[in-house]
């Protein structure tokens, strides 16, 4: 009864968000708002630069976390030897996973931006949102692959398997699914953040789209962010009309992470 | 007291020389040797945490996966010992392949099942021949040829097992070790099972660890019965079960204990 209720105050807050947001955005949602630039008359803007930029951050951001984090998750699990250095990393790699995300905004701004001369690029911001989400992908593919049973290694060892022929055609098929299922929701974490963002130096007001990786951009939160803090109340609409699109966006990366895990487990 | 180191007639395929394993501080074997001789059925038995299933396992080295594991004396293959510098652990389970308590079929299909071992270790023949031969050889060819393509995980336990057996097969080694094969089976797949054992030590050595005395009793030739650590007797199947000489074993035989 306690948790019906706990459950039912979860949902109803929810549901009064996302009616306001649709209250709000629903009018200035159309399609020349999604591709049109951004402008001064609230009647002419549009979210096309952010969700390009988003789009190109978060598949830059995949391309970069993706193979490290599962990479890591698969030494950690299968190659680590048990001993005091192991459980170091391992506890440090949960504890970053709870490092606030503009932390990693501030390293990414000393590291990638300006050690590395990266300038305010999609690449130092990919990068940034990359280190954000290792943590989340490395511990949920740790996850994934304890849970494949030891007498699947055990069977495969005994027919003269090494660890990587172990690694590759049992343990890693049989936890893709978690593991893609990590993946795409840590991405959907990385695709909502403004606060690193901004210390990275998303721009505020982008009127054009991005075509190379060195950049500059704005994503879609970063947008929503600048139109709300407009003072006429026709941005405000533009913000809810963006965090619908930020909302589909995410619900859409969401429904593949599930349509994915389903026809990878039917598969194996 | 018998003589442990019996020397039992004919090639001694696998041999231990004062065999001791050690889980951290425990000693779980102690200092144990017996001789197995080739194309010979041979138990292990033993009431639970008596040390077969280690003994077992020193054969092909799965022991060096378990975490703390260390391993004193000599597991000898062919006059090879198998614990000696550059020897490798996965070559050892190449040539003496391995049965567990559980059937564990992979995830995959039953033709990918038993296909799999042969593939890693290079097998360049006709696979389609391999795998019906070794599912033939497992007894199991007739009930799942017109199904290669389906999962495995759709067999029955007893099929699962022979499949686990056919798998171990294909890889052809020369050994098979077997884990209380039967003892997560109904009694018609423990039949099928041990005849099945029974066919195979025309071309293997088959070792078999088992708790139950009536199958050790009808599948082995030679029969070892193990006590905390300690090997305590060792000989012929049809004496030990009748005519045992040390007092322990005709206490754990006749189920005064374990």
New interface residues.
Partial sequence: MVFALATMIGILVLAALLFDIFRDGAGALDAAFLTNMPSRLPGRAGVKPALLGSIWVLVMTAVMAFPLGVGTAIWLEEYAP?NRLTRIIETNIANLAGVPSVVYGILGLAVFVRTFSLGRSILAAAMTLALLILPIIIIASQEAIKAV?A??R?????????RW?TVR??VFP?ALPGILTAGILALSRAVGEAAPLLLVGALAYVDFTPRALTDQFTVVPVQIYQWVSQPQPAFHELAAAASIVLLVLLLSMNAVAIILRNRYARK? | MADPIMSPPGEIELEARDLSVLYGETRALKHVSIKIPDRKVVAFIGPSGCGKSTLLRCFNRMNDLVPGARIEGEAIFQGQNLYGDGVDAVDVRRRIGMVFQKPNPFPKSIYANVAFGAKINGFVGDMDELVEKSLKQAALWEEVKDRLTSSALALSGGQQQRLCIARALAVEPEVLLMDEPASALDPLATQKIEDLIYDLKQDYTVVIVTHNMQQAARVSDYTAFLYMGDLVEYGVTQQMFTNPSEERTESYITGRFG
């Avoid at chain 1, 055990?154 to 090494?162: N, R, V």
């Fill in positions: 048990n049973p007498s699947i055990l069977g495969a060892y005994a027919l003269g398997a090494t022929e055609h049992h049989q194996n």
